[in-house]
């Protein structure tokens, strides 16, 4: 999901070889047509130079009066300050506008001065993009005067513009007060360490504060500036996606921030590729993950200097994903909870427990070779006591003993709606088997379990069940062990399917994108690893 929703091109976007009248006269009948959205943005590809000055000059001057235009693109035009000051003349009268694209141009602290003034008054725009312009320190305090009294602006994108470490503060200052800015990118803006202090201090000095997004990649904020936002998620309910690409941060500021989300909740997003994490950060993310539940994505580059190595410290933060991939298919309405080999213990049991009981429309529970003892069994047993739906469950290869395999056969008793319940593979008694086995009317099955995924069945229970037809279909991209598979990265640039984890630093990788299974993707000497 972008940080900043990109505006749809709907009216004019393949008249930009027009001339500039033509294209004016079509822009004024779209007005008095009350067109709600009209484009006149520049096209890079063409050589065209699409709207001049005096075109945005006649056009804004007809828009004072019009009350049905909500979106205006004038991206990608190489307009100046001279523009600006007829735009932020219209926004004056014209409250109307929600959404205004200025990407791409030419427009400097003047032109932002002038549209700042317009947006003291004005009461209708919420969406504002300044992409890639001139605008510096100057004009971010001009814009954060304006930010103060605003109560309409909810977007707001100044990604490449020089505003630097002053600009910054002036945005801060507005932060402190500001109650309806939801989205901030601050994206490629020269900002360093004490920008992001002062950003982290308003931010957490505004309880009242709106922001949803914030984006302050491709800057220089390191582990300092990365430290102060970490303790600012400490206490901040209303963040929910944070982008810090590419800002020098290691792994103290990576440490401080995996200690954040071990109490913020509300965080969903966190993009921290490109930086300069080793291993250390890697596992301290892996750690904290297993008790954080709000995080759904998770972008992360990691330095990679042997695969053994890598595979070693990454090996927590992938069970983690799986079991994370496999609880969203059930809550999602899958019908197959497979984790077969993942080491989820019994405190993974409990989450998986917690699902069961959730779940309305799961049939198929497969946890074999997952290291689950009598505790994580006692526990599977309870959520088993009431779900409805389950009709088979696999536990085989675990280190289930008597106790647990007890309180399992007991469930069976009250749940008649599980027709096999598979223990084979784990350390019962001979006493517990034969007690199992002699009862013919017993759903408990002991196959042997391998980890190659063969299993032999050995009672009669599953003979049976082989003898009937199978009640449970395999579902494409329902199960985790599916998920593995098939669940990868995606990326803009390409993919490629490749079956190797990690990268040596010996190994030559092309720099374009490449798909790894199932979890992480190689980019030239790093993993990227998402949630």
């Not at 190659?452 to 082989?466: F, I, K, L, M, V």
């Not at 995606?490 to 092309?510: C, K, L, R, S, Y």
Request: net charge negative; proline share 2%.
């Amino acid at each position: 999901m972008p940080l900043v929703p990109r505006l749809r091109r709907r009216a004019g976007s393949s008249t930009m070889s027009v001339a500039p009248s033509l294209l004016l006269c079509r822009a004024l009948q779209q007005l008095a047509d009350g067109m709600e959205c009209i484009s006149l943005s520049g096209q890079q590809s063409s050589g065209a130079t699409g709207v001049d000055n005096a075109v945005v000059a006649a056009f804004a001057k007809a828009m004072e009066g019009n009350d049905s235009l909500t979106s205006l693109q004038l991206d990608r035009n190489e307009l100046g300050d001279v523009a600006a000051v007829s735009i932020a003349a219209a926004l004056q009268k014209n409250h109307s506008l929600k959404s205004l694209d200025l990407d791409f141009n030419k427009i400097g602290n003047a032109g932002m001065h002038s549209i700042a003034a317009a947006l003291k008054v004005n009461e209708g725009l919420h969406q504002l993009e300044m992409h890639n312009n001139l605008v510096g320190s100057y004009g971010a305090e001009q814009l954060s005067s304006a930010l103060r009294v605003n109560s309409s602006i909810k977007t707001l994108s100044l990604h490449g513009n020089p505003i630097g470490n002053y600009g910054c503060f002036a945005i801060a200052d507005a932060l402190s007060v500001n109650c309806t800015l939801q989205t901030l990118s601050l994206h490629s803006c020269c900002l360093g360490s004490a920008a992001a202090v002062k950003i982290a201090c308003a931010l957490e000095a505004n309880t009242g504060s709106a922001l949803r997004e914030l984006s302050l990649g491709q800057n220089s904020i390191g582990d300092v500036g990365a430290g102060r936002i970490a303790q600012m998620l400490k206490s901040n309910t209303k963040l929910q996606e944070l982008r810090l690409e590419s800002n020098i941060i290691g792994d103290i500021g990576a440490l401080q921030l995996a200690g954040a989300l071990e109490t913020n909740e509300t965080l969903n997003e966190l993009l921290l590729l490109g930086n300069s994490i080793s291993k250390e950060g890697v596992q301290r993310f892996a750690k904290v993950l297993q008790k954080n539940a709000s995080l759904t994505r998770l972008s992360i580059s990691a330095v990679v200097v042997s695969s053994p190595t890598m595979d070693e410290e990454l090996e927590d933060l992938k069970s983690n994903h799986q079991v994370r991939r496999a609880i969203e298919l059930a809550e999602q309405g899958s019908t197959r909870l497979d984790l077969t080999d993942v080491k989820l213990g019994d405190d993974g049991a409990q989450k998986v427990a917690e699902t069961i009981e959730r779940s309305s429309t799961l049939l198929s529970l497969n946890l074999e070779h997952c290291d689950i003892g009598d505790e994580g069994a006692a526990r599977l047993a309870q959520a088993l006591e009431t779900n409805a739906s389950i009709l088979e469950v696999s536990l085989a290869g675990n280190e289930i003993g008597d106790r647990g395999a007890q309180r399992l056969v007991e469930v069976l008793k009250l749940n008649h709606t599980i027709y096999d319940m598979d223990l084979g593979g784990n350390p019962l008694g001979d006493d517990m088997q034969l007690e199992v086995r002699n009862h013919t009317s017993s759903r408990v099955t002991f196959s042997n379990s391998s980890r190659d995924g063969n299993a032999t069945c050995t009672s009669t229970a599953q003979c049976h069940a082989e003898e009937t037809e199978p009640l449970i279909e395999e579902e494409e991209d329902k199960s985790v062990s599916d998920a593995a598979e098939t669940v990868l990265l995606t990326d803009e640039d390409g993919e490629t399917d490749i079956e190797n984890n990690f990268i040596d630093e010996a190994m030559e990788v092309p720099q374009e994108a490449v798909r790894v299974h199932p979890w992480c993707s190689v980019r030239g000497r790093v993993v990227e690893i998402m949630l």
